[in-house]
T-cell receptor, first 112, second 114 residues
Framework: AQTVTQSQPEMSVQEAETVTLSCTYDTSESDYYLFWYKQPPSRQMILVIRQEAYKQQNATENRFSVNFQKAAKSFSLKISDSQLGDAAMYFCAYRTPVALVFGKGTKLTVNP | NAGVTQTPKFQVLKTGQSMTLQCAQDMNHEYMSWYRQDPGMGLRLIHYSVGAGITDQGEVPNGYNVSRSTTEDFPLRLLSAAPSQTSVYFC?????????????FGPGTRLLVL
């Protein structure tokens, strides 16, 4: 069964600085999709970025980018120029044919 | 598009009561699912549906029932509420069950069972 591990329960960053959130996963599949979701205090789950495993190029969405290391089964999220609005829970997820398998999340605090 | 909507936003139940959490989407998505989120945990799949008339169990299905009579709606029924079902419930949908499809989430329903 696929598992997703986020080893950092909490992280903090200064406004305008860069922070990296870690995620590792376990799978025997060769082609799959990975996602990062943001959950602010409103509890809404918001898609941040997604990565297709067969693409070697790391996905980027504005200030958000990933470092995808397929052999190491690692999928970290880098947030550049952090803003106060980035404060939230961040969940890494692996997409199976019928579900998203989530990690336990990392709480990100942004200090002014 | 309203996207994925859920009602109610918050509900308090007594142990043994039954209720239905409503979920609807207006994006003509085939795939719909229910997750629960407990403190310190990621979301866990309760039930899912790959199309009208087709449902199946996820990781934590006990105590919950679903049906899918239309493409738009996917209600979640609690048959006899227990305190262990206190949680935040999310409905999600995607165009199909294919792995590359992004799932879109509703705003969640917070349920408290006393």
């Amino acid at each position: 069964a696929q598992t997703v591990t986020q080893s950092q329960p909490e992280m903090s960053v200064q406004e305008a600085e860069t922070v990296t959130l870690s995620c590792t996963y376990d799978t025997s599949e060769s082609d799959y999709y990975l996602f990062w979701y943001k959950q602010p205090p409103s509890r809404q789950m918001i898609l941040v970025i997604r990565q297709e495993a067969y693409k070697q190029q790391n996905a980027t969405e504005n200030r958000f980018s990933v470092n995808f290391q397929k052999a190491a089964k690692s999928f970290s999220l880098k947030i550049s120029d952090s803003q106060l609005g980035d404060a939230a829970m961040y969940f890494c997820a692996y997409r199976t044919p019928v579900a998203l398998v989530f990690g336990k999340g990392t709480k990100l605090t942004v200090n002014p | 598009n309203a996207g994925v909507t859920q009602t109610p936003k918050f509900q308090v139940l007594k142990t043994g009561q039954s209720m239905t959490l409503q979920c609807a989407q207006d994006m003509n998505h085939e795939y719909m699912s229910w997750y629960r989120q407990d403190p310190g945990m990621g979301l866990r799949l309760i039930h899912y549906s790959v199309g009208a008339g087709i449902t199946d169990q996820g990781e934590v299905p006990n105590g919950y029932n679903v049906s899918r009579s239309t493409t738009e709606d996917f209600p979640l029924r609690l048959l006899s509420a227990a305190p262990s079902q206190t949680s935040v419930y999310f409905c999600a949908s995607s165009y199909s069950w294919q792995s590359q499809e992004t799932q879109y989430f509703g705003p969640g329903t917070r349920l408290l069972v006393l």
